[in-house]
């Protein structure tokens, strides 16, 4: 039973280019959790999704930042411009149903770099 | 708005048990989690209490008191695979995910 997948692990985009990062949730999960870590820092919730559905995006920059989980495929995250202060770990997170804060799967992480 | 706080380092020795502890600041949640993070790691999910008081988990014991806006996260007999950071983390009643700081755990031989 695969764990939650990430994909790129390690991605380099200059100043102004676009960075997509892709989350396949485990095997039965519908939820998914998009949240952003800087070095020695927690986690910072972005984004929650259910399939086709945004469900919470309080977190998520206003600007240059979308998230989607369509009907088939992995959720994306999208960072449009990206600039060097979007250099982070970004993690995603997936659960069965809706429990909230309570057992959620993380994925490897995607470790973006803005050059 | 909420906040959660932790201490941000811990140290103790092999063998030893420590006490790792959250307070809060929140007007309503539905419970607390516990997640440990080994460096360059992932999050993992150790513990929940969604009630006051005391669960186990193997060498893991977390706590939470709401009357007094506190809970932590107990490790027994510490191991060197247990220096990691760890994480308290609540869902509040406005549907926000909140993750504490962490606190580094260094576990000295």
């Known amino acids: 039973n695969a764990g939650v997948m990430q994909n790129p692990r390690h991605l380099v985009r200059r100043r102004g280019q676009e960075a997509r990062l892709r989350c396949s949730p485990m095997?039965?999960?519908?939820?998914v959790y998009w949240y952003r870590q800087l070095p020695e820092e927690g986690l910072k919730f972005m984004v929650y999704l259910q399939k086709e559905n945004i469900i919470d995006e309080s977190g998520m920059p206003k600007e240059r930042f979308s998230a989607e989980f369509p009907k088939e495929g992995p959720s994306i995250l999208r960072i449009q411009q990206v600039v060097r202060g979007d250099s982070a770990a970004y993690f995603c997170?997936?659960?069965?149903?809706?429990?909230?804060?309570?057992?959620?799967?993380f994925g490897p992480g995607t470790r973006l770099t803005v050059t | 708005g909420q906040s959660l706080e932790q201490p941000s380092e811990v140290t103790a020795v092999e063998g030893a048990i420590v006490q790792i502890n959250c307070t809060y600041q929140t007007s309503g949640f539905y419970g607390l989690s516990w997640y440990q993070q080994h460096d360059g790691g992932a999050p993992t999910f150790l513990s929940y209490?969604?009630?006051?008081g005391l669960e186990e988990t193997g060498r893991f014991s977390s706590f939470l008191s709401r009357s007094d806006s506190y809970g932590y996260l107990l490790l027994q007999e510490l191991q060197m695979k247990d220096s990691a950071s760890y994480f308290c983390?609540?869902?509040?009643?406005?549907?926000?995910?909140?993750f504490g700081p962490g606190t580094r755990l260094s576990v000295l031989p």
């Open positions: 997170a997936s659960s069965p149903k809706d429990r909230g804060i309570y057992e959620q799967y």
């Open positions: 209490n969604g009630l006051d």
């Open positions: 095997k039965g999960h519908s939820h």
């Open positions: 983390a609540v869902r509040d009643y406005g549907q926000n995910f909140v």
